[in-house]
């Protein structure tokens, strides 16, 4: 079994210069003693592919260089693959990305040299992960899916990525001018709700689209979903509470209910709204969401 770590890049995440930072990566690695093969992904989800051969040829921990789509994909690898227990298997992270936000829930830097410090130490949570089931797929998440608003926003992305960083808001701008509310039908436990919604959010870790919390008193190793309800909010209601948003009290308002759960299922009635995954659009309609306890090792600071 090989203790070597085996790299994942994105050479287009996050619209920097690339090759330069990776010239960089490589050298600090090295300064580290840090042993390593690497790859680069060529095309869309390549990251699965990858993570299936790197398994396959022994190796136990894979760092994914990029944002958090390319760590999706490198965690729905992990989950998909057949080689060993994903409880085996161990990955970090050297933040390239734009929005980058499965790092802060553990306070990883947006910076190589510091998250390459991180490795070297390799301080490691048992982390749960999320499951995903839809009309025609599965998708493990590792962050925060959900659907409604979020999911809007998440396929507006698509069309903003130039803008970096300033796209979550010109996207979360464009969901509240035009998304539409439906009615959503919302199942857990002993609990049947149908609801006016706005959108509903699944959480293992706290932060999503660029930063905003919408979920509370997480805890990623508890084996439970954090899911938030956003009912009938309006235009006026996000703009009034912007700041709520990026602090997490957002949670608080009497328009929003939360809860803890393993397993829910929500049923939208009157539109299809898109469903997100760590940021990443998976499909739309009706979704039915799990949680694995314990299920990928990674390494955070301390």
């Known amino acids: 079994m090989s203790t070597s ?104 830097p947006n910076n190589v040299k510091k998250a390459i410090e991180i490795i070297h130490k390799k301080n490691i949570i048992l982390q749960d992960i999320g499951v995903l089931e839809t009309d025609n797929s599965t998708v493990f998440f590792n962050n925060v899916a959900g659907l409604g608003y979020d999911g809007y926003i998440v396929n507006k992305l698509k069309t903003l990525k130039s803008f970096g960083s300033l796209a979550y808001i010109l996207s979360g701008i464009a969901g509240l001018l035009f998304y539409k509310k439906t009615v959503f039908k919302i199942i857990f436990d002993d609990k049947i709700l149908e609801t006016n919604c706005l959108m509903t959010v699944f959480g293992i870790c706290k932060f999503s689209g660029g930063g905003m919390q919408f979920t509370k008193n997480v805890n990623s190793t508890d084996g439970l979903l954090d899911v938030t309800i956003a009912k009938n909010l309006n235009i006026l209601d996000l703009i009034l509470n912007l700041p709520k948003l990026y602090s997490g009290k957002i949670v608080d308002h009497k328009k929003l209910e939360t809860y803890k759960t393993k397993a829910i299922r929500v049923v939208p009635k009157t539109a299809k709204p898109f469903i997100q995954a760590d940021g990443e659009v998976i499909g739309t309609g009706e979704v039915q969401v799990k949680i694995i306890e314990k299920a990928i090792n990674f390494v955070v600071t301390n």
């Open 5 to 108: 770590w085996f790299i994942i890049a994105n050479p287009i995440s996050g619209n920097r210069n690339f090759s330069k930072q990776w010239k960089e990566i490589q050298q600090l690695l090295n300064n580290k003693k840090i042993d390593f093969s690497f790859a680069f992904t060529k095309f869309s989800k390549h990251e699965i592919e990858l993570v299936d051969t790197a398994i396959q040829q022994g190796f136990r921990n894979i760092i994914s260089i990029g944002g958090d789509g390319t760590l999706h994909n490198v965690v729905n690898g992990i989950m998909m693959q057949r080689y060993a227990k994903t409880s085996d298997i161990t990955i970090a992270v050297i933040p390239q990305g734009t929005g980058n936000d499965w790092i802060k829930t553990y306070n990883i």
